[in-house]
């Protein structure tokens, strides 16, 4: 045999040998993924991007569901503040208006 025809050979043997190795690749048949998910020499990473991604979203709109939850909790809380104010104005108003019957009153009695 010529020294060409041995180094296909080769290269033939050990890649039908079943071990996934193929010399013309470093070791690793691009074409085949391995029992560890392993293509041509890289991590196949299969749905852990969309994962990730679909983590990230739930985080954004947990975050969000937070952040509007506090604004409503302001916002009733600026609308309670508003009706003590109003409240407290109105028992002022009330008071007021109290003395001044009370001055009317006593005046028509003098």
Same mark, same amino acid.
């Given at each position: 045999?010529? *020294?060409?025809?041995?180094?296909?050979?080769? +290269?033939? &043997?050990?890649?039908?040998? #079943?071990? #996934?190795?193929?010399?013309?690749?470093?070791?690793?048949?691009?074409?085949?993924?391995?029992?560890?998910?392993?293509?041509? #020499?890289? !991590?196949?990473?299969?749905?852990?991007?969309? =994962?990730?991604?679909?983590?990230?979203?739930?985080?954004? &709109?947990? !975050?969000?569901?937070?952040? &509007? =939850?506090?604004? =409503?909790?302001?916002?009733?809380?600026?609308?309670?503040?508003? =009706?003590?104010?109003?409240?407290?104005?109105?028992? *002022?108003?009330?008071?007021?208006?109290?003395?001044? &019957?009370?001055?009317? +009153?006593?005046?028509?009695?003098?």
């Amino acid at each position: 045999m010529a *020294e060409g025809e041995e180094e296909e050979e080769v +290269k033939a &043997e050990s890649a039908s040998d #079943g071990s #996934g190795e193929d010399a013309d690749h470093g070791g690793a048949n691009p074409w085949e993924l391995n029992h560890n998910g392993v293509d041509g #020499g890289e !991590e196949v990473v299969e749905g852990e991007e969309e =994962e990730e991604e679909e983590e990230e979203e739930e985080e954004e &709109e947990e !975050e969000e569901e937070e952040e &509007e =939850e506090e604004e =409503e909790e302001e916002e009733e809380e600026e609308e309670e503040e508003e =009706e003590e104010e109003e409240e407290e104005e109105e028992e *002022e108003e009330e008071e007021v208006e109290e003395e001044e &019957e009370v001055e009317e +009153k006593e005046e028509a009695e003098e």
